[in-house]
């Protein structure tokens, strides 16, 4: 079982920045920061594999940039220029590693919310 518990969400104006934090009780290689929006499905943002690779939805390149503290039980997402359609609950999730590759995310946090004003 991981607990995971984000934080470092808030309003902000179009073009400034937020940096989530997400701790996890334990050290865990495979996470990602999802995204819902109201009305909306949950999204994958960025994601970081047991290996380091990070991956990011097209909508956010070259924006947010996901990372992980040494001792992997600290996940960021450093976010930039931030638009107002990127105002969402972002949840951090974490996944098992089964057969050397990343399972499903199974654990979630809490959420932490991220509003944008134009």
């Known amino acids: 079982q991981v607990q995971l518990v984000e934080s470092g969400g808030g309003s902000v104006q179009a073009g400034g920045s937020l940096r989530l934090s997400c701790t996890a009780s334990?050290?865990?290689?495979?996470m990602a920061w999802f995204r819902q929006a109201p009305g909306k499905e949950r999204v994958a943002v960025a994601t970081i594999d047991k290996d380091g690779r990070t991956n990011y939805a097209d909508s956010v390149k070259g924006r947010f940039t996901v990372s992980q503290d040494n001792a992997k039980t600290t996940l960021y997402l450093q976010m930039n220029s931030l638009q107002p359609e990127d105002t969402a609950m972002y949840y951090c999730a974490a996944a098992r590693i089964i057969f050397n590759s990343c399972s499903s995310f199974k654990y979630w946090g809490q959420g932490t919310q991220v509003t944008v004003s134009s």
């Open positions: 334990t050290s865990t290689r495979c």
